[in-house]
């Protein structure tokens, strides 16, 4: 499976009924893809952030050399759309300590390694514990189209938006959070 930044609740439903997470950092690197972003809600609906990532030199292509970078204040901007996004979610305040690190002063020098970080401390909140296994011929997994809608902050305004970040799930349902994941298909 793919290591993503924030990974998709559908991308997290395979991993809470998993005992072993293989997750491949030695495959091409494509910047289209989730590895260095995720979607959350906001009050104008879903709101892409998307870490930056170093300048590529030609010879790197692989997702294990992928450098972040730090110019931009994109911690800060990603933290106080967290912060927009979730303050009045149900358990926001329980768990932001938890991932407020990863957007003030915590740095990493490639991709893999925070979100790496990110998805060992979303599986401590949420109570999995599946062995992670770095590995070049990590498996395909088929991820679910669909999940089923749980009241989200902005949904009276926007409806229930599917395929929203983990983040959206723990902000919103907080402990009952691995109970729903293991009950999807």
Same mark, same amino acid.
């Given at each position: 499976?793919?290591?993503?930044?924030? @990974?998709?609740?559908?991308?997290?439903?395979?991993?809470?009924?998993?005992?072993?997470?293989?997750?491949?950092?030695?495959?091409?690197?494509?910047?289209?893809?989730?590895?260095?972003?995720?979607? #959350?809600?906001?009050?104008?609906?879903?709101?892409?952030?998307?870490?930056?990532?170093?300048?590529?030199?030609?010879?790197?292509?692989?997702? =294990?050399?992928? =450098?972040?970078?730090?110019?931009?204040? !994109?911690?800060?901007?990603?933290?106080?759309? +967290?912060?927009?996004?979730?303050?009045?979610?149900?358990?926001?305040?329980?768990?932001?300590?938890?991932?407020?690190?990863?957007?003030?002063?915590?740095?990493?020098?490639?991709? !893999?390694?925070?979100?790496?970080?990110? +998805?060992?401390?979303?599986?401590?909140? #949420?109570? #999995?514990?599946?062995?992670?296994?770095?590995? @070049?011929?990590?498996?395909?997994?088929?991820?679910?189209?669909? #999940?089923?809608?749980?009241?989200?902050?902005?949904?009276?305004?926007?409806?229930?938006?599917?395929?929203?970040?983990?983040?959206?799930?723990?902000?919103?349902?907080? @402990?009952?959070?691995?109970?729903?994941? =293991?009950?999807?298909?």
């Amino acid at each position: 499976m793919q290591l993503n930044y924030l @990974p998709s609740i559908q991308q997290y439903c395979v991993f809470a009924k998993k005992d072993t997470i293989n997750l491949n950092i030695e495959e091409y690197y494509d910047r289209r893809t989730d590895r260095n972003r995720t979607l #959350i809600a906001s009050a104008n609906g879903p709101l892409l952030l998307v870490i930056p990532t170093a300048k590529l030199a030609p010879e790197v292509r692989f997702y =294990k050399d992928i =450098k972040i970078a730090y110019e931009e204040p !994109w911690q800060k901007r990603h933290w106080k759309s +967290l912060e927009a996004g979730y303050r009045r979610s149900p358990y926001f305040e329980f768990y932001e300590h938890h991932f407020h690190p990863f957007y003030e002063g915590q740095k990493f020098e490639y991709l !893999w390694q925070y979100n790496l970080a990110l +998805l060992e401390t979303i599986n401590q909140l #949420i109570k #999995i514990k599946p062995t992670i296994i770095l590995d @070049p011929v990590a498996e395909i997994t088929n991820i679910p189209k669909h #999940i089923t809608p749980y009241t989200q902050v902005f949904e009276s305004k926007n409806g229930f938006i599917e395929n929203l970040s983990i983040f959206d799930l723990i902000a919103n349902k907080g @402990p009952e959070s691995t109970n729903y994941l =293991k009950s999807q298909l």
